[in-house]
Structures are given as C-alpha cells and as structure tokens.
C-alpha cells in the first residue's frame, strides 16, 4: 500500500520537488518488492518413469484454447493441465503443467479429409489421452532461445505427443468462469473473422485480421512474420498497446461526436478498453496499455496535467509489482524503450516546433485568441488571414479556407509522423540488435506508409466484426474498407522487404556499442529540454549511436592462428562451424527437421544462426552440404540468406527438390556452386583439404542416402581432423584404405550401428570424436556398441546431447577441447 500511496503522489502532486521524491520512493520501493516478494516460477516436474519414452495415460482439463500450426502435416496445440497420469501401474496425482501436440500420422496433402480427426480443444474441457511425455530442453549454444524458461513462465514443465486417434473429450469442464467466457468470446469472434458465412474476409486476409485483432496468429506464415519484422512493421502484426491507443482514441472521438459528458466518454473508453484487453489477452503489454490509458483519462477528468511520462513510469511501476521477472522481458523493454522515445523524445521536440503552428490554426476566426499566443504565432494567423481574404474573392470562403488551413495542417502531420517515426526507430535500432538480430534499417518510411492507416485498419475490423453480430451486409462494408487498407499495407512492406538492405543482419553488439548507443538515448532525452544547440546535439548523437548500433560490427570471438571445428548443438542433425588459422570460415551442414511432419521451425534461422551472431560472425566464406537428408540440408538455405557465402561445396547428390531449392537459392544470393570428389586435394584458408568421398564415379539413388555423404579431411601441420558426414560402413570401408589418419573424428550418422567399424577406428586411430545427436531422440543414438568401440580405441568421446556446442581447437601440434558451458 505504501508502494502506490508514493506512485499516486508522484503522479498527483502540485509541487514538483514532492513529485520528484515520491517517484524516487516508489521507484526503491517496486525494486525492494521485486527482490523481496519476487515470485519464483515453480513448476511440478513427472517422476522420471513417465518420462521413459513409453505411452503414459494422462487425465486433464486445457488450460489454453487448441490452435492449428502451420507446416507439413496437421497438428493441433493446446496446454492443459493434469489431473492424473499412469503408466505401469503407477500413478501421479500433482497438477502438472503439459504443453501438448496432437499430430495425424498418416496425413492427406488435403487437411480437410483428416480435419475431422481434431477435437478442436477450448480452454476448460476435459480430456484423456495416451501419449509420450519429454521435459522441454533449450539448445546447448551461446545465443540459443531460453524455451524451457519461456514454458516454465507458463508454468509448463513437460511436452506430450500425442496421436489425434488417442485422445477422448470428458464429460463436464474444469477451470475459472472468466475463463471460459475468454474462450467463449475468442471462439465466436473468431468464427466470425474466419467463416464464409459473414463474408467478412478472405482465407488470405482473414489470418492477419486474426492476429491483429484479437492477438490469434495460429494462421500466420513464417514468411508473413518475417516480412514484417523485416521492415520494422512487426507491431501491426500483434496485439500490442498500439492497439489499445488506436481503439480508445476512437471510442473516446465518438463518444464526444455524440455529445457524452467527458466523465461518461472516458468511463465508456476504459470500459471498452478493459474488455478488449480480457479478450485479447492480458498480456505485459495490453495490461502497460490500459494502465496508461486509464491513468491519463483520469487525471484529464481531475484536471491535472498529462504528462505521458508520467503515465508510462506508473504503467512501468504497476506491472514489475505484479511481475517483477517482466524487466527482463524483450517485450516489456521494447514497448518502452518506444514510449520513452515518444514521449521523452519526439513530445518536447514537437512542442519547441510544430506546436506552436498547431496552436496558432485553432479558432482561427476568434481574433480575441490572438492575444494569448506568442509574436511569431499570433503574427503567423494574421498572414493566414490575409491570405484567406484574398483567395476568397477566387475561390469563395469555405474553399480559400480549405485551401490555405489544409496544406499547413497536412505539412505538420507529415513532420510530426517523421519525427516521431525516426527518433522511435534510431532509439529501438539497440534491442532490436540484441533481440533479434535485425536493424530495421527500412522501418522509417515502412512506418511512414502504413502507420497513417493503422487506425483505419484496426478500428474498421473491430466495427466489421460487431457489426457482423447485427447485420452481416453492414458488417461487409466495414470489411472491405479494412480489406483495402490491409492489401495496401501488404503491398508496401512486401516492396520494401525485398530490398537488399532490408535484409540485413546484425552481430550481438560488442560492450562499447551497447554503451555507445544507450548513451546516445540518455543523452537525447536530457539535452532536448535544454537550449536549442543542446537539443540538437543530443538528436545528433542519438542518430549517429544508433547509426552505430546499426552498422557497428563487433569483432569475432576465434583464435587466431589455429584450426577451429565446433560442433553445433543442432538436437538429431549435424552442424559444424570451421574456422581456419587466417580466420576464414566453413559451415558444414545446417541441421534440420526429420520426418514427413515439420513445423516452421527453421534451425537455421533459429538454432545456427544466433549462434554465430553471438560469436560476432556476421558472413561465412563458404557452406558446405554432406548430403541432403533433413537433419543436414534442412537449415542450409536460411544460412546462405543470412551469412552470403562466396562458394557452396557439395558432393554428388540426387536431383531431390530439396537439393535443386537449395541450389535456387544459393543462385539467387550470388553463391558459386563448387562440387567436389575423392581424390581432390586443394588449401583453404591456411589448411589443407582433402576429399575422401563420394568418388567421382558415384551414382546416387532417386533418394538422397547416408553414403551420399562428402567427406573431408582437414590438415594443419601435424593435426588433422576428419569430418565424415552420415557415411556407413560401405564408405568407410573405401574411406579406410585412403590413409585417413586424424587426430579428430567427427563420428558419422550420430553414433549409429552402421556407422564407426572397427576397420575406420584402426585406419583413422583418433585421439577425440564428436557426436552429433539429439538429447533422448527416438533413434537410439549413439548406439552403446558405437561407445564402446569407442571406448575400446581409447578415444575421448564428446556428445552435443550431453555437453552442447563443442569446439576443438588444432594448433598443428595438439588438440584442445572447449565445452561452450567452460565445463
């Protein structure tokens, strides 16, 4: 109580100093509470013999409503909650937290045949089902997504699968009443955003209209994500306090149009707002909304003065009281890193600016109001004036009016978008960096084209939809205004997001920028109240921090001088990074998806990577593809985007479609296409390469195969290392009498049986090996006759599963091996 008692003062005390104090108070108070009262996210873990990999029986109810994913194959998701689970005879009663995927095994390229298969879940239903239980595990990489930490905030703590066939409704419902109206509401709303009965949209549209009003984005395509991220446009995409201003801005205009006292207009607003949030989602940043929304009303219905700052740091204050780990969400610093740019920022420059032009059009007939206003602003009405008497004899007066009042007002909004749009972009350039790797170098005239529109296209679908409730052919017209807004919006940032510069990628930035560019926006917000040459100076280094937040490149983390092989934790599949001695690099694989069902889960894009970005590698000189399996072409063609290689070094594979995309896209990017054989043999960066397969007569099968696989042996002085793909014994058996010699191994097909003979261990006689596999996969790898094998040779064995990225480290005379965790 003492904690809002001082956050109410600061914001409603006359006297600045006391405001000033109060804030402090309650700024040491909110960071006393977090440390003290922060809660801890606790979630109820299985015993271990659930999680085996055998079927488990779970009783539960959905805590979350089913959403269809997008991919390869139907699959549905939903978080429930358990009741029970048994498996052998036993029986665990503690609730726990479940992230399941319902999947069709045998799914039909038309998902309408096995639609039917899908219960469609909505939060409270109760459920049974059999399925198999696995803990969620995060990527061993630098750089790699917290996922277990982001589920254990939603208070998951296991992941099921589970096949469609296998799971039963129960009869009632479990779960608290605002629940189920949430879920009620969302599935009509919904139903009429997506049905062909209201004709509201198109199956093309409706999916955007979906996520951008009401926060549902089960129907968007990775394509159409990061064509918005890419042009800094992604806050159109989600729900986000955006949205909330937009709606209350119009539901507080019509309110006055039809003459409702101000206290009714703002109580209806805060109303309106409140429930869009409830059905929304009362997520960080709708909550952050309202409550800047309803502190800002109110202090308008007491006559106080709105300083948006203030309202944002009350905002601020309320959600770390409630959740105090929110300080270390992207979200939460990103919305107000935006709102300080706005209101520390943009605000006091547009008051010293524009202004004082917007002050002196109001009530441009009263000749009384002259005198309340500035010289230059009262003298500035009086030309308007002059001007419209003269035109009026042309034009006639509400015309002349028009055409003197318009292009002023028009220039002044045009100014204060670009000025708010710039400083807002130049102060996010920083998180968007560290967050996602992105400049947003095209985000100011993105935003300049469709930020004018976004309240068109916001508040016509929200009138669309309620109408549509009443009467569906008033509704369509609604409709087709926030249609035509959407494909105008789509077609700018679709022109803009296949610009060259629009797809650039940045490093983690090094310590210097990350102080550099947070200085340059400390700086602006102090020196833009200050003197004029002060408040310029400080929008000039904020512009050039954030050109160096933007450009900066930070300096690699490798070691000169010596031959680098890490292998990346990629799960089931196999990535290596090579660095060689002069500091050129090689990607050999990417990882990927295995299975005739995927998700659009990327591993290059998600997985490799951020894991070079946080290393500092911002280009690759070449990738390399083994063979095209999954696991290892899967994340290929997202790195050739991202890293623009010079060459793509590959073998003798099929002509499978993954292999010619591949290729497409490494034509599209400029990449030469360099195909190699055993018996080559050519330096590379301070080393020497030697190909030991496939040979030059090989003829692969119509499918791609393990034996497909290039193999390479690295030489550096007096170490070598040798990368040998997915071969098995047939190849290895060739590969064997090539003198194949090395003190490293990278272990081929993730420690499978057919894979590592005894004749390959005698002829390469390594010291290391690395394996390549994924944590509990279902294939059982690495196969316990491989290890001992192993173990036999006296070879020291790495696994990714175990230890994540590992890197070895060859000075031509020794190998050293790193762990990325510095065990």
């Excluded at 630098?142 to 296991?158: C, H, K, M, N, V």
């Excluded at 192993?790 to 020291?796: E, F, I, P, S, Y």
Aim: hydrophobic share 50%; glycine share 8%.
């Amino acid at each position: 109580m003492v904690l809002v008692a001082c956050a109410l003062a600061a914001i409603f005390a006359k006297s600045l100093r006391l405001a000033q104090v109060c804030a402090l108070l309650a700024l040491a108070g909110s960071g006393a509470f977090a440390r003290t009262y922060a809660p801890v996210p606790h979630v109820v873990v299985p015993p271990m013999e659930f999680l085996s990999g055998e079927p488990v029986e779970i009783t539960g109810h959905v805590i979350s409503d089913g959403a269809v994913l997008p991919g390869t194959g139907l699959r549905e998701r939903f978080d429930l909650q358990t009741e029970a689970m048994r498996a052998n005879g036993v029986t665990f009663t503690e609730p726990v937290g479940i992230r399941a995927t319902l999947f069709v095994s045998d799914w039909d390229e038309n998902l309408e045949i096995v639609a039917t298969e899908f219960p469609r879940l909505a939060y409270g239903d109760r459920v049974k089902f059999t399925g198999r239980l696995r803990l969620p595990r995060n990527f061993r990489n630098p750089g790699a997504f917290d996922y277990e930490g982001y589920l254990r905030g939603l208070g998951i703590s296991t992941i099921a699968s589970v096949k469609a066939g296998n799971i039963d409704k129960l009869a009632g419902g479990k779960g608290h009443q605002l629940g189920f109206w949430r879920s009620r509401i969302r599935r009509s709303i919904l139903e009429h955003i997506n049905s062909p009965v209201y004709g509201l949209w198109s199956r093309e549209d409706a999916p955007l209209i979906a996520a951008m009003v009401i926060g549902d984005e089960s129907g968007l395509t990775r394509h159409v994500r990061e064509e918005f991220q890419a042009t800094g446009a992604y806050h159109l995409l989600v729900v986000s306090g955006m949205n909330v201003a937009l709606l209350a801005l119009a539901v507080f205009w019509v309110a006055r149009l039809v003459r409702l006292p101000e206290w009714a207009a703002a109580s209806v607003t805060i109303a309106l707002c409140v429930f869009y949030a409830y059905v929304a989602g009362l997520g960080a940043p709708i909550l952050r909304a309202v409550l800047m929304l309803s502190v800002y009303l109110i202090g308008r219905l007491l006559y106080r003065d709105r300083a948006a700052l203030n309202a944002t740091g009350f905002a601020a204050l309320v959600v770390l009281v409630i959740s105090p780990a929110a300080l270390f969400d992207a979200g939460f610093q990103l919305t107000f890193l935006a709102l300080l740019a706005i209101a520390g920022i943009s605000l006091p420059i547009l008051e010293r600016t524009s202004r004082p032009y917007h002050t002196a059009l109001e009530y441009l007939n009263s000749t009384s109001y002259d005198l309340q206003l500035p010289p230059k602003s009262a003298q500035f009405r009086l030309d308007l004036r002059m001007l419209m008497e003269r035109s009026a004899c042309f034009l006639g007066r509400r015309l002349a009016r028009f055409a003197v009042i318009g292009p002023p007002r028009f220039f002044l909004a045009a100014y204060e978008l670009i000025v708010v749009s710039a400083i807002t972009q130049a102060v996010l350039v920083l998180p968007m960096r560290i967050y996602f790797h992105r400049a947003a170098i095209v985000g100011l005239p993105a935003n300049l084209l469709v930020l004018p529109l976004a309240g068109v296209l916001l508040n016509s679908a929200v009138a669309a939809i309620a109408l549509s409730y009443i009467y569906a052919p008033v509704a369509r017209v609604a409709g087709f205004v926030t249609a035509a807004t959407l494909h105008w919006t789509l077609r700018c940032l679709a022109s803009l997001s296949h610009l060259r510069i629009s797809l650039w990628r940045t490093t983690d930035p090094s310590l210097t920028i990350f102080l550099l560019a947070a200085a340059g926006v400390v700086i602006a917000v102090i020196a833009v109240r200050r003197k004029r040459l002060f408040a310029l100076s400080g929008i000039a280094l904020l512009l050039l921090s954030a050109g160096l937040a933007a450009f900066g490149r930070s300096a690699p983390l490798i070691e000169p001088g010596k031959l680098e092989i890490t292998a990346i934790d990629v799960g089931q599949g196999d990535a290596l990074l090579v660095i060689s001695p002069d500091g050129h690099s090689l990607l050999i694989d990417a990882g990927g998806a295995i299975g005739p069902t995927r998700g659009e889960f990327d591993f290059g894009e998600d997985v490799v990577s951020p894991y070079l970005w946080s290393r500092g590698l911002d280009h690759l000189d070449v990738v390399a593809l083994t063979h095209a399996h999954g696991d290892h072409i899967g994340g290929l063609g997202r790195m050739i985007e991202n890293f623009r290689p010079k060459e793509l070094w590959v073998g003798i594979n099929p002509p499978a479609a993954v292999v010619r995309q591949l290729y497409e896209i490494a034509a599209a990017n400029g990449v030469a296409l360099r195909q190699h054989t055993a018996g080559e043999e050519f330096p590379w960066g301070g080393t020497n390469v030697r190909v030991l397969s496939p040979p030059a007569d090989w003829h692969p099968k119509s499918k791609p195969m393990n034996d497909d696989s290039l193999a390479l042996l690295l030489t550096y002085g007096n170490t070598r290392a040798l990368l040998a793909g997915d071969v098995e014994h047939r190849m290895e058996r060739l590969i064997a009498t090539e003198s194949p010699q090395a003190d490293l191994l990278k272990v081929a097909h993730h420690g499978s049986a057919t894979s590592t003979t005894p004749e390959l261990l005698q002829a390469v006689h390594p010291s290391f090996a690395v394996i390549s596999v994924g944590y509990h996969n279902s294939f059982g790898h690495p196969r316990p006759i491989v290890l001992e094998r192993l173990q036999d040779a006296h070879v020291k064995t790495y696994r990714t599963d175990m230890m994540g990225a590992v890197t070895f480290l060859l000075d031509g005379s020794k190998v050293e091996a790193k762990l990325a965790s510095g065990r």
